[in-house]
């Protein structure tokens, strides 16, 4: 159980383009879901989080207009990446929390994206 | 404010134990333990809630003392499974439930 799915793997772009990422929960419903980004060797760190109908919290510093998110139902959220530069190539991670749990937090498998 | 880890790396060699440590400057909810592999995402491994609890699964267990505001992972025995990188997530008090990572381990196991 408490498996999260993220699509695609890895994602290639040019400069200037713009990318969705999917976050799906495939066997729980999800009371939120939270979106991290991750640099080589480093923490993870978080972007923001979303609840389902509502809009989604930015973490300080991370820009709302750029990282576009999207939580339509209980068990999908959808990142943007708008207007993608060199400098948003990273892993972004997203996780999801239970309704019927706890305090777990489950992350998907991650989605490397590289803009060029 | 993130968590403080430490040692920020080890290795062993199979069958050898290990701590890892996880403390924080502000007073704790719960613990959580996720080990990351290179390249893939962090795998859930266990949560402490405030109380004093401690638990364990296999060789790999956990305790947490709310009152230092410190968590500690035991491996022991390790095997070459166990290597990776192993973040501890800290949640405080309050209505906002968001983990802060501390910066991670990296443990490597050695045959």
């Known amino acids: 159980g408490a498996v999260v799915s993220q699509h695609p793997s890895w994602v290639i772009c040019k400069s200037g383009t713009s990318v969705k990422i999917e976050c799906r929960s495939l066997?729980?419903?999800?009371?939120?879901m939270f979106w991290y980004r991750q640099f080589p060797k480093q923490s993870l760190m978080l972007m923001a989080t979303?609840?389902?109908?509502?809009?989604?919290?930015?973490e300080q510093g991370v820009e709302k207009d750029k990282f576009l998110i999207n939580h339509a139902s209980l068990t999908l959220s959808t990142l943007t990446v708008t207007s993608a530069h060199p400098e948003d190539s990273s892993f972004y991670i997203c996780?999801?929390?239970?309704?019927?749990?706890?305090?777990?937090?489950?992350f998907g498998p991650g989605t490397r994206l590289t803009v060029t | 404010q993130q968590p403080v880890q430490s040692p920020q790396a080890v290795i062993l060699r199979e069958g050898e134990d290990a701590v890892i440590n996880c403390s924080s400057s502000?007073?704790?909810?719960?613990v959580h333990w996720y080990r990351q592999k290179h390249g893939e995402a962090p795998v859930f491994l266990m949560i402490?809630?405030?109380?004093?609890e401690q638990k364990g699964h296999d060789k790999i267990s956990a305790s947490f003392n709310e009152k230092k505001q410190q968590s500690s992972l035991y491996l022991t025995a390790s095997q070459l499974s166990y290597s990776g990188t192993y973040f501890c997530?800290?949640?405080?008090?309050?209505?906002?439930?968001?983990?802060?990572f501390g910066k991670g381990t990296l443990l490597t196991v050695n045959p």
């Open positions: 066997d729980f419903q999800a009371t939120t």
């Open positions: 997530g800290t949640l405080s008090g309050g209505s906002n439930y968001k983990l802060t």
């Open positions: 502000k007073a704790l909810y719960s």
């Open positions: 979303s609840n389902e109908g509502s809009k989604a919290t930015y």
């Open positions: 402490l809630l405030k109380g004093g």
């Open positions: 996780s999801a929390r239970d309704k019927q749990g706890m305090w777990e937090q489950y």
